[in-house]
Nanobody
Framework: QVQLVESGGGLVQAGGSLRLSCAAS????????MGWFRQAPGKEREFVASVDWSGGWTNYADSVKGRFTVSRDNARNTVYLQMNSLKPEDTAIYYCAGGSTGTGTVGYGYWGQGTQVTVSS
């Protein structure tokens, strides 16, 4: 069992940066591939980025490629999402999820409660 808690969201101006953290409980965190998703009001939850259990393989949505970086520290049971050059269209609730590196929500068995990111123009 893994429990996930996101933090680091907030209000930022366009062009700014935020770093989201996802702290996991449970000794088996390092076995899990992890992903980040986001959901804007009135829209479906969409894939943002994923990282494999080792941190050696990552994948990104085209919309964030070159601006966002996903990483993890297994010793700290934490996965990160560094977000640079933020745009108003990045405004959403961001969720971390455990269990897959896929771009769909199926396969992720564990979800955090989400953290709000708001980018003002």
């Amino acid at each position: 069992q893994v429990q996930l808690v996101e933090s680091g969201g907030g209000l930022v101006q366009a062009g700014g940066s935020l770093r989201l953290s996802c702290a996991a409980s449970g000794r088996t965190f390092s076995y899990y591939d992890m992903g980040w998703f986001r959901q804007a009001p009135g829209k479906e939850r969409e894939f943002v980025a994923s990282v494999d259990w080792s941190g050696g393989w990552t994948n990104y949505a085209d919309s964030v490629k070159g601006r966002f970086t996903v990483s993890r520290d297994n010793a700290r049971n934490t996965v990160y999402l560094q977000m640079n050059s933020l745009k108003p269209e990045d405004t959403a609730i961001y969720y971390c999820a455990g269990g897959s590196t896929g771009t769909g929500t199926v396969g992720y068995g564990y979800w955090g409660q989400g953290t709000q990111v708001t980018v003002s123009s």
